[in-house]
């Protein structure tokens, strides 16, 4: 991989399929189709009952977290204006994802 040139705009879809299928040679509806199926793979990994993370290998790493239940609270203590009191609504269980930027992809920011 030689030097690479930055991009002054973001890419649309389309753009980027396009870029990929020239770079590469292969036509657009097969760019597409592998980042079809790459979806796939992710959904696959991070779905309930699931292992819960993706990799894509040098660039991210796609993980689950599993956030608890939070209880209501009454008189709880205000961040935000001392000496006065708060309620804290309840929350319910959820799971969050998160994206991690890998070794790679932080390098390349350089």
Do not use: C, W
Request: aromatic letters at 4%.
């Amino acid at each position: 991989m030689g030097k690479t040139t930055a991009v002054r705009a973001a890419m649309t879809k389309t753009q980027l399929y396009a870029e990929i299928a020239e770079n590469t040679g292969l036509a657009k509806k097969d760019v597409a189709a592998v980042f079809d199926e790459l979806a796939v793979a992710v959904e696959r990994h991070v779905k309930k009952g699931a292992v819960g993370q993706f990799t894509l290998p040098g660039l991210l790493k796609i993980k689950t977290v599993k956030k608890p239940a939070r209880k209501a609270q009454k008189g709880v203590p205000n961040p935000f204006r001392p000496g006065e009191t708060m309620d804290v609504a309840a929350k319910p269980a959820s799971v969050q994802v998160k994206a991690l930027a890998l070794k790679k992809l932080k390098d390349m920011a350089k």
